[in-house]
């Protein structure tokens, strides 16, 4: 089992910028792949960013130049700095984790408004 714990969100005007975290704990040496996916209302779940294995990023194109994935390994945490904020990146970030080809954790969810 492999629990992930997002923080980090918030209410933040349009150009800013937030830090999303997400801990991971459990059976973490399973992981072989870990990303943040985010939903908006009315829209379905979808890919933002997620860790390659060679260490880097693999962005969706509407954050490239915008938001940076990243992960500290002795605190088991993925990160995802988002800077320059939009209005269309209001949504609910989940952070994600790919154990096998069939199974996946998913955290709670932390909510990301951009607003004036």
């Known amino acids: 089992q492999i629990q992930l714990v997002e923080s980090g969100g918030g209410l933040v005007q349009p150009g800013g910028s937030l830090r999303l975290s997400c801990a991971a704990s459990?059976?973490?040496?399973?992981?072989?792949?870990m990303g943040w996916y985010r939903q908006a209302p009315g829209k379905p779940r979808a890919l933002v960013a997620r860790?390659?294995?060679?260490?880097?990023?693999d962005y969706v194109s509407s954050v490239k130049g915008r938001f940076t994935i990243s992960r500290d390994n002795a605190k088991n945490t993925v990160y995802l700095q988002m800077n320059s904020l939009k209005p269309e990146d209001t949504a609910v970030y989940y952070c994600?984790?790919?154990?096998?080809?069939?199974?996946?954790?998913w955290g709670q969810g932390t909510q990301v408004t951009v607003s004036s």
């Open positions: 994600h984790a790919q154990v096998s080809a069939i199974v996946e954790y």
């Open positions: 459990g059976s973490i040496f399973s992981i072989y792949s």
């Open positions: 860790m390659t294995s060679g260490g880097s990023g």
